[in-house]
C-alpha cells in the first residue's frame, strides 16, 4: 500500500502557496491523507480564519471519494453526501477546489484550498500536486 | 414478534459479500434489526473507509421506514427524513442500495451496500436476503 | 505498510464469537482497522442493542491508542481522551474489553467486545486475535 | 495589534520538526493564532492519525488562556473548562504540550505538540518558539 510521505506533503504546501502567493490571493490550503486526516497546511497573511477549515473539509471530500472537484459539486445534494457531512460535523464540504492525490494507482491523499475563487482554489491545489514527480491527480 | 437470527444475518452476510465479489466491487454490506442496529457487517479488502458507515445509514432508513431503495431516494427531501438524518446526526441515509426484511408480514430489519453502483449496492443487498428461505423483501 | 485483511477480520471475529458462545455470554465483537473503521462485526442472539455500538467505540480507542485495556482506563480522564471522546460524539470508549492488534511491529487494528463483564469482554478479543497465525497484542 | 505572520509561523513549525526528529519522537505539530484558528502545522511520517487533532486542540486551549501546559491541567476539571470544551465539541484539549506566544506582552497564538510524551510534545513546541527572534513564551 502506497502512502503520501510528509516530504512529500510539504512539497505540495510549499508549491501550493507560491501559487497562492502568485495569484495575490488571500487562501489557506491544505494535504489530507487517504483518511481525510491532515498532514500538513498553511494559511497566507491576511487569509479569512474560516479558510483553514473549509480547505480541510473540502480535502477530506476529496479523499472520501477519490473525485474530481467538479464531481463533489454534483454529488452535494445526494442523501449519501448530506449524511456524511452530518456524520462528520460538517468537517467534509463537498465543493469545488479539491482534488485527490493518487500514486499509480492508489488513492492516497487529496489537497484542499480554500480563499480564491473556486477556480484559484483548484489551480493552487493542482500547481502543488504537479510539483512532485510520481504523483497524479484527476483533470 | 419475530426476529432476525444472527445465523440468519451471518448467511444474509456472506452471501452478499459472495455477490460483491462476483461483481468484482469494492463494498461493504450491513445487516440491521428493525430497530437499525448492526447484528452484523462486512468489508471486503480495498473499500473505502466510507462504505462501512454509509452502508449501515442505508440500512437504518430502510429499516425505519420497512421501504424500498428507490422510494427512500423519494423521501429524502421530505422534512421527515430530514429531521430524522438530523436527530441521527447524519447516520439514517435515504439512497438506494439498501432493501428492508420480512418474515411473513413483519418487518424485521434491512440490508445495506456501499461502494458499488446504487444498482451493485442493491444487488448484494437482495442476493443476501435471497439466500434465506422464509425471508422476503420488496421489488 | 502492513495491512489487516478481510480474511484475517473475519477469523477474528468468528473465533470471538465462538468463546463468546462457550463463555455464555450475551455479546457483540468488533474489529476495526488501525483508523478504527469497521472491518466487520457481529452480535450474538440476545446482546443488548447498546453492545454493537459500545464494542466498536471500545476498539476505536484501542487503535487509536494501540494500548491494552487497562491502560485504557487509566486514560480516561485525561483531557486528551475526553476531547478525543468529545470530537468524535462519543464514539470512542476507553474502556477495558478491547486490544490492540499487531502484525510484527505494525499497528493494524484493534478487537473490541461488549455485553459481558470486562474480562469477558477483553477474553473475546484475545481468543479472535489469537485465532490468526502472525497476529499478536498485549498482554 | 500585534500578529503573527505566517513566515513566522512557518520558522516555528519548521524548527518545532527538527527538534521532533532530532528527539525521534512521532508527533504532529500545530501553530495557531490568538484566536485558535491554524496557521499551520506538520505530521512527520508514522505519526498517529489521532496527533493532528489533539495538537491543535492543545494549541487551541493554550491561546484561549494564553498559560502554560502545567496550568492547563490544573483547569482541566473546572466547569469553565468542561464548558468550553463541550461548545467547542472537544476541539479543545487543555493538557500538556502547548505553551502560548507572546510578541511583547501580547499573545499573538500558540503552539501545540502530540504523539510524543508530555516533555516531547512541551519541548517541541517551546523549540519552536524560540527559533523565531522577538517572540517569547511562559516557563
Redesign the interface.
Known amino acids: ?1 502506497e ?1 503520501l ?3 512529500e ?2 512539497t505540495i504546501r510549499d508549491a501550493a502557496k507560491a501559487k497562492i502567493l502568485e495569484m495575490g490571493a488571500k487562501m ?1 490550503v491544505a494535504v489530507v ?1 487517504e ?1 481525510g ?9 491576511g487569509a479569512p ?1 474560516r479558510t ?2 473549509i480547505c480541510q473539509a473540502k480535502a477530506v471530500a476529496s479523499a ?3 473525485r474530481s472537484s467538479k464531481d463533489m459539486l454534483e454529488m452535494a445534494q ?3 453526501m ?8 460538517g468537517r467534509m464540504i463537498p465543493g469545488q477546489g479539491a482534488l485527490p492525490v493518487f500514486k499509480g494507482d492508489e488513492l492516497v491523499g487529496a489537497v484542499g484550498g480554500s480563499g480564491g475563487t473556486a477556480q484559484q482554489d483548484e489551480d493552487a491545489a493542482r500547481a502543488g500536486i504537479q510539483a512532485v514527480a510520481g504523483l497524479t491527480t484527476v483533470d
Open positions: 500500500m502512502r510521505t510528509t516530504a506533503a510539504e489557506s491523507d483518511r486526516d491532515l498532514i500538513t497546511m498553511v494559511r497566507v497573511d480564519w483553514p477549515r472520501a471519494f477519490g445526494t442523501p449519501v448530506r449524511g456524511l457531512m452530518a456524520m462528520e460535523n
